[in-house]
């Protein structure tokens, strides 16, 4: 049972997105073998392949603007997290648009990320 | 096992949005009782809530355009669909641009939407 849907996505996506905006590589422990990143239609399988794609991307840090953010439970017990916003990589004057998903499952009373679709979305 | 997830997803979107561009009300069968929806931040569940919502909108035509779709399997042996696009209204000139996301769970051969997140990406 994955407890109150909009919560869960509401404090995972505070966590997530300051641990990315300032100690990227911290985000590993959300991550774990099975799961997998779709970014910009590039993909990735496991922790070690998530993070090497996450850690090198070409920025050290930036500033995540959530616009919209909503959830809905899954059938196989975790949450679904739909997410839009802005992301300004630091040295840059012009916000990207973005939009997220990720499929959050239960584990051990936490919950880890199974799936993670990540696209920019140009004007 | 959800098969080939990037084929499942061109498949359904090529059937979803067709279907929804021009004959609105005949989406009904790939929804259930257990589906959710989230349009724009407003909540629906069930094939009847939903359908309402969908064939309510102020328009009765539109053509969708897709900018970008992803898939992965999820752990139920469903599939996540993620997609960016434009949306023009019948009448109008100026497309909207949207992010949506689907679960779809594997039923008798055939997929049904249990997940359905829709927003616009305004400017």
Redesign the interface.
Known sequence: MAGDPEAVAKAFTDHFYSTFDTARANLAGLYQD?S?L?FE?QKFQGTQAIMQKLTSLPFQQCKHHI??L?A?????G?V?V?V?GQLLPEGETNPL?F?Q?F?L?PVGGSFVV??D?F?L???
């Open positions: 099975q997998m779709t239609g616009s919209s909503d809905q439970p899954s059938l196989s975790g679904l739909f839009t648009k939009s998903t499929h499952a199974t799936n679709l696209r979305n140009y004007a």
